[in-house]
């Protein structure tokens, strides 16, 4: 099962200093999720991680710092993402996006190398945003059929992981059970430790 970690929206000073410290805990995909940064705020975040970690991260906005950078992908936000099946940008790059319904996870998505679907659980780190109540039986069989592997995404826990992998998800997304912890290392390795 893979983990990938989201980062908070806002750009926090301390944040780059915590990822390389995350991916030397074992972290293997970093989103770099920040909706309201300029492409220079990104490329600075970018520039104050390691370099030895760039090529297990995916951004979320100014996907010209993929080639700039060397990093792991791209992810298409829901309402960004052209329609399917998806041209691959670039040999090698990763390419990924949100999906919220079953529907789209049936969808001809050539070219997608993972996908999220949310909200499974209902989030911790966004207020009022509630699990999405999907149907098991046809969830599974929405995940059994999907092209590429299915994240779960939405109020993830350590705990929950198990439930994760026996609804057939391929992995999971977390963001607010690690980044709203006091020591965001710890609460990472709690994950590790229910893998």
């Not at 220079?40 to 760039?54: G, K, S």
């Not at 691959?88 to 999220?116: E, I, K």
């Not at 059994?144 to 026996?166: C, H, K, N, S």
Request: charged residues 15%; hydrophobic residues 45%.
């Amino acid at each position: 099962m893979q983990l990938v970690l989201i980062t908070p929206p806002a750009i926090s000073k301390p944040e780059p200093s915590l990822c390389n410290s995350l991916f030397a805990a074992g972290l293997q995909v970093l989103h770099v999720r920040k909706p309201t940064a300029a492409v220079q705020e990104v490329r600075q975040y970018l520039q104050q991680l390691d370099p030895q970690y760039l090529q297990r991260v995916v951004v979320h906005q100014h996907h010209e710092l993929a080639s700039e950078f060397a990093l792991k992908g791209i992810h298409f936000k829901e309402k960004d993402r052209p329609a399917p099946p998806l041209l691959r940008t670039r040999p090698g790059l990763y390419q990924s996006t949100s999906l919220h319904s079953l529907t789209d996870v049936l969808q001809d998505w050539q070219n997608l190398d993972y996908a999220f679907l949310s909200p499974i659980f209902d989030s911790i780190s966004k207020e009022g945003y509630a699990a999405a109540g999907f149907e098991p039986a046809q969830l599974a069989v929405a995940l059994d059929q999907a092209q590429m592997p299915v994240y779960a995404l939405g109020g993830i826990t350590p705990e929950r992981l198990p439930v994760v992998r026996e609804m057939g998800f391929a992995g999971a997304g977390i963001l607010g059970a690690v980044w709203s912890q006091e020591d965001p290392v710890a609460a990472f390795l709690e994950f590790q430790q229910q893998l």
